[in-house]
């Protein structure tokens, strides 16, 4: 198993950071722009479907990708990670990814780190939330490590592996189910805290 470092010498506003954005809801495209604007990031590119996304991505890479859970099943988010995170799309694959749901489940976070994922959002998320998720992921602490021919972070899915076997939580999407818009947001944070405790135990 090889271990790959990279140190980021990125910081947030600089005038060459970009981010990508796949996310197919008009709405959360419009309120990550405005999000990631405040952050004075100059250069996002949204789309709403994968495959220009990916194409646009390997022609002109960028410094993080926040992809949506909801992609058509034919590019699923799960493929379209490990798919970035493939060994043969180096440097690609050393792109931070940053996942987004409206309702995640325990498996899908555990799902989405395995494949690679730097962090989850439950949507609908604040912007000191994307920001920390931002900057995690951008920290210089991260080593890589092949796993089935996938660069992963190192210590992810060990960590995992333990919280599994201690125990497991509640689903994470009944939380979000059967209440109100602004209750969601509130419901939100709570999701966000039972995420962290998955993938950070």
């Known amino acids: 198993m090889s271990t790959a470092n990279r140190k980021s010498t990125l910081s947030i506003g600089r005038s060459e950071f970009e981010v990508i954005v796949l996310d197919p809801s008009k709405f959360f495209q419009s309120l990550t722009r405005m999000m990631l604007a405040q952050m004075d990031v100059s250069r996002i590119r949204i789309y709403d479907e994968a495959v220009p996304a990916l194409h646009d991505l390997i022609l002109e890479p960028c410094d993080v990708v926040i992809v949506d859970a ?16 493939h060994a043969s799309l180096a440097p690609l694959c050393y792109i931070p990814v940053i996942v987004t749901s409206v309702a995640p489940t325990e498996s ?3 799902q989405a780190a395995r494949n690679g994922a730097h962090a989850v959002l439950a949507k609908p998320f604040s912007p ?7 900057e995690w992921a ?5 080593s890589y490590v092949m796993d089935q021919e996938r660069y992963i972070i190192e210590g992810v899915t060990r960590a995992i592996d333990a919280r599994t076997k201690r ?8 939380l979000m189910n059967n209440v109100t ?11 966000q805290s039972m995420i962290d405790k998955i993938l950070f135990p």
């Open 138 to 142: 951008l920290s210089d602490h991260h």
């Open 167 to 174: 125990a497991s939580l509640p689903a994470l999407a009944s």
């Open 108 to 110: 899908f976070v555990t």
């Open 128 to 134: 000191l939330s994307l920001r920390q998720r931002i």
């Open 70 to 85: 909801d992609l058509p099943q034919r590019f699923s988010c799960m493929k379209l990670i490990a798919g970035l995170k």
């Open 181 to 191: 818009e602004g209750e969601r947001w509130n419901e939100a944070s709570v999701v």
